[in-house]
């Protein structure tokens, strides 16, 4: 059984930090993208990051860029999201994914598979 476990989240004040992580299982994602993303309460998930396999590829939303940062480790088939500088309104559920497609790069919601169960992040302000 494939599955995608997200953890690091947690209560935090605006300014600090936090790196969430998620470990693969199942199988290996060789040659996948993998993606992070959050949705708020009322509102559609959005995409925040995504990595290519060899790591050379990023993209970020423009929300996060320059505070928040996407890797990954293939030898621990685990994806991470180095958080900084951080915001009320980066408050969601925090999701990573799979991309469908071997060698794709996409910020598509629907392009992605395998969602894990989400992990919380709260920033007071």
């Known amino acids: 059984q494939v599955q995608l476990v997200e953890s690091g989240g947690g209560l935090v004040q605006a300014g600090d930090s936090l790196r969430l992580s998620c470990a693969a299982s199942?199988?290996?994602?060789?040659?996948?993208?993998l993606g992070w993303f959050r949705q708020d309460p009322g509102k559609e998930r959005e995409f925040v990051a995504t990595?290519?396999?060899?790591?050379?590829?990023?993209y970020y939303a423009d929300s996060v860029k320059g505070r928040f940062t996407i890797s990954r480790d293939n030898t621990k088939n685990t994806v991470y999201l180095q958080m900084n500088s951080l915001k009320p309104e980066d408050t969601a559920v925090y999701y990573c994914a799979a991309a469908k497609l071997v060698g794709t790069m996409t910020r598509l919601i629907r392009e992605y598979e395998y969602w894990g169960q989400g992990t919380q992040v709260t920033v007071s302000s």
């Open positions: 199942g199988r290996t994602f060789i040659g996948r993208a």
């Open positions: 990595i290519g396999w060899n790591g050379g590829l990023l």
